[in-house]
Each structure stands twice: as structure tokens, then as C-alpha cells.
């Protein structure tokens, strides 16, 4: 018998890989039910199913011995051509759960994104990279054309970001800031100017990093090294919303770039060619001066536009000690002092290291010069919010901690309206097996108000170094 957790899984690709075509034949639904009984799928299973994503699915089904992943993606292979043929989006599914059901070095991965209600149709390829790799990219650059030729043949978008700037900045600047102003009819000609810029200046690596690391909620991608990420599936979660009409996931296997991004390409084209047995229409390309609202370039104007344009406008966290407050994207929230000053130790340990360290009970005392250098730290970050509390211990507020955190987990939800969970606190294992509490906010951008005219950012801080 297959675990509860493993059923659950398996019932939410089963489900995707059905829908993918969104066409549900009769003999597609007789095999649903064979296998329901083969694994031991029960009502509740699939009631379960329909909310987690599939990629949450497939890093379930990953710890499944080698006999039942085996087992799986037979069952898989052939739900998919129940019907007789394999389309691009099953073709897709089954690529990505071969990958990472025999990945035995980190090499593939599976990961989903929040796109705050929008759907990304397009099949594209992208590449991504935390930091610039100039031999990756000169690569990139000799066989861009030759990359290009081969995913279209398959009907794949290639992006890559230079290319993707260069072709904007050589359109006619009016016509890209009138076509921002159609789209957002709300943004002042400031805002027009500020996203006119981040359309034309944004990098490969603010791209991962900030955008899809940050904003977008993928940790994963805020080291990541060059590789290439493509979205296979979307998930909506939950499946049949009754009291909300649930949030919709772009799911994205990540490939590591290995050799050259030309050789990854032709290996996954490869191993793709192997499942698809209907072959789609190559879309015909658009004239240079049209600007494409669809595919990535909607993925990348949908992205910086968000929120009516206050993320263009501030993207800074601001640590207010005259106020004694937080400022998120221009937008001031409110936290006690306890609160506040914990928060701004779980900064500030993210500069120095992987976030605040979270110790169990009996860790204690093997640990006493870091729990006396945190006491340190808190003691002095409360005396800049109030007055000082001589008495507060690290040791002894290690429960307290949890609770102020869940605290100002509730608060940031509250009152931060954009993206609250790139600020939200929680908690990490690293492969040692330590625990900290850290963020996905980008320290660079965090900064301390001493007054309405002093600003530095949080890592020059001295009184807190």
C-alpha cells in the first residue's frame, strides 16, 4: 500500500496530465479509474490533490523507491496516450517527472510561482543566472541564432534577457511608453518613465534574482547557477474554489547548464521529441517593430507592472527609527517594539550569515557564546526603538521568538499589499541540519532612517555592526 502523502501526489498528476489537452476522453477517464484501485487513490485523496501544485506533486513522489517510480511513470506514459497521442503539455509533465525522479545531483529541478491571477499559455525557455557568467554568455551570444532555430522547430520561445532589452530599446521610445500608458491607464508619466527603464535596462541577473527570487518568491533562484528554466504546467490551487476563487501557480522545471546552453537545449529537445506525438504549428514570426503582448514578453511587462506601478516606485525596505516603523514599497507597517526589533535581527543575520539561528532547548549550552552575542544584538537594536531592556536574554526567549514571529508573520499579511511573502519570516535548514529564520527580502535594499534626511543602508549601520 502507497502512504497517504504519495497517494495524494499521484492523484495531482493524474489529474494535470488529463486536463493538460483539455480534452477529457472516455478512455481517459476509464484508465483514472483503473488506476485509482492499481495505487489506492480514495476520495479524499484526490478531494487533497486539488490543493497542492504539481510541482509540490512531483518533490513528493521523488522519495518513492525506484520499483514504484518505475511503476509510476508507466502509469503515467500511458494515461498520456490513452487517447492516442502525447501533446505538448503532457509531453512536458512526463519530461520533468523523468528528470527528477532519476536526478541523483541536484541537476533538475522543480519549482512553482504565485502569477497573482495570470495564466502563461506560451512555452518558453529561459535562461537565468544570480550572477554574470561571461563565458556562459558569450556562448549564449555565438549560437543564439542556432538556439533560437532549433526550440522554434518545437514551437519554444528562447529568452534570453540582453536580447530581449536590446530589442526594446531599439523600438521608438514613444511608441513602447503610449502602449505602457494603454495597458496601465493608471500610471502617472513617472511611472511610465521608471518601467520604460526597467524594460530596457534589466539585466539577466536582476531578472532572477530580484524579480523571479525576490518579488516572485523563489528562493531557489537567488543563487542559483546558469541554467535554464522552462514552465511546464499551471496549477491552481485550489482546484474548485467555493468560498475564493483560489491562486493560480506557473510550475517551471530548472535545468543546470552542465556544459553549454546549445547542448542543454539539444538534450532536452531530444528527450521531449520521445514523448510528443502531436506535433504543434510553429507560430510565424511578428515584424521586429510590433511589440509582443504575449509569450514571455507579457510575462516580463505583467511582472514589473504589478501592483499599479509602486513597486517600480520604491523597492526599498526602510527600517524608520523616528517613527519606529517599517516602510515596504513605500508603505508604512506597524509592529511593536519587540516585534520590530526582532524582525531587524533576522536582517541583520542574513547579512552576516543564512538568518537568525534557531536553537532547540537542549542546544542551549553548547551554544552559549552565540546565544550571549545575540542577547548583544537584540539588547542594542532595542535601545535605538526603546528604552533598553537590560534584563532580556536570548536564551530565555526562545519560545517568545516563535510567537513573535508568528506575529509579525499576521501583520505583514495585514498591511503589506505587495507581495507579502518576500518579507514574511521563516525558517530554513541548511544541509548541516541548522535551523534559522530568515527572509527572502534583498539586504542590499534595506536601509535604516535615522531621520527624515539620514538614510544608510542596513549593513553600514554602525551602532547595530
Known amino acids: 500500500m502507497i502512504a497517504h502523502p504519495y497517494r495524494v501526489a499521484i492523484a495531482r498528476i493524474l489529474s494535470d496530465l488529463i486536463k493538460s489537452d483539455k480534452i477529457i476522453e472516455k478512455s481517459e477517464i476509464a484508465l483514472f479509474n483503473t488506476l485509482q484501485e492499481q495505487f489506492g487513490i480514495t476520495q479524499q485523496d484526490r478531494i487533497e490533490a486539488q490543493s497542492i501544485t504539481i510541482t509540490h506533486a512531483m518533490n513528493c513522489v521523488r522519495d518513492l523507491d525506484d520499483d514504484k517510480k518505475q511503476i509510476l511513470q508507466q502509469a503515467l506514459l500511458k494515461t498520456a496516450k490513452a487517447d492516442n497521442q502525447c501533446v505538448a503539455k503532457e509531453a512536458l509533465i512526463l519530461l520533468a517527472l523523468k528528470y527528477i525522479l532519476a536526478d541523483t545531483d541536484g541537476k533538475y529541478e522543480v519549482l512553482s510561482c504565485d502569477t497573482r491571477g495570470s495564466y502563461i499559455e506560451d512555452k518558453f525557455i529561459m535562461y537565468i543566472e544570480s550572477d554574470e557568467y561571461e563565458d556562459i554568455n558569450d556562448d549564449i551570444l555565438c549560437d543564439l541564432e542556432g538556439i533560437c532555430d532549433k526550440l522554434s522547430l518545437w514551437n519554444f520561445d528562447f529568452v534570453y534577457i540582453p536580447n530581449i532589452t536590446a530589442h526594446l530599446k531599439e523600438m521608438d521610445t514613444s511608441y513602447i511608453k503610449d502602449i505602457i500608458r494603454y495597458m496601465k491607464p493608471m500610471f502617472n508619466d513617472d511611472i511610465v518613465d521608471i518601467l520604460y527603464d526597467k524594460l530596457t535596462h534589466i539585466s539577466t541577473e536582476s531578472f532572477t534574482t530580484e524579480l523571479l527570487g525576490a518579488q516572485m518568491n523563489m528562493p531557489q533562484l537567488r543563487e542559483c547557477e546558469p541554467s535554464l528554466l522552462i514552465n511546464f504546467g499551471t496549477s491552481m490551487v485550489p482546484y ?42 510553429v507560430r510565424p514570426q511578428l515584424v521586429e517593430d510590433q511589440f509582443k503582448y504575449f509569450g514571455f514578453y507579457k510575462l516580463l511587462f505583467d511582472f514589473l507592472a504589478v501592483a499599479d506601478g509602486e513597486i517600480l516606485v520604491d523597492y526599498k525596505l526602510v527600517i524608520d527609527l523616528l517613527r519606529k516603523s517599517l516602510w515596504i514599497c513605500g508603505r508604512e507597517v506597524k509592529l511593536s517594539p519587540t516585534e520590530l526589533a526582532t524582525y531587524i535581527l533576522i536582517l541583520q543575520q542574513s547579512i552576516r550569515g543564512y538568518g537568525l539561528r534557531h536553537f532547540k532547548s537542549s542546544q542551549i549550552a553548547d551554544n552559549k557564546k552565540l546565544c550571549d552575542d545575540l542577547t548583544t544584538h537584540f539588547q542594542t537594536i532595542y535601545s535605538s526603538i526603546e528604552e533598553p531592556n537590560k534584563s532580556w536574554l536570548f536564551a530565555d526567549n526562545i519560545r517568545n521568538i516563535a510567537a513573535y514571529i508568528a506575529r509579525i508573520k499576521q501583520k505583514l499579511r495585514e498591511q503589506v499589499l505587495l507581495s507579502p511573502d518576500v518579507y514574511i519570516p ?18 542590499d535594499n534595506v536601509y535604516v532612517r535615522e531621520s527624515n534626511k539620514k538614510e544608510c543602508l542596513l549593513k553600514d549601520y554602525r551602532p547595530w555592526r
Do not use: M, P, W
Not at 542543454?264 to 510528443?276: A, K, L, M
Not at 521563516?426 to 539586504?443: A, I, M, P, S
Open 240 to 281: 474548485c474554489g467555493i468560498k475564493s476563487q483560489g491562486s493560480i501557480y506557473t510550475d517551471f522545471l530548472r535545468i543546470r547548464i552542465d556544459t553549454t546552453a546549445i547542448r542543454e537545449v539539444n538534450r532536452f529537445v531530444t528527450d521531449y521529441g520521445q514523448f510528443i506525438t502531436h506535433r504543434e504549428f
Open 426 to 443: 521563516h525558517q530554513r535548514t541548511t544541509e548541516d541540519g541548522l535551523e534559522y529564520y530568515c527572509t527572502n527580502v534583498n539586504t
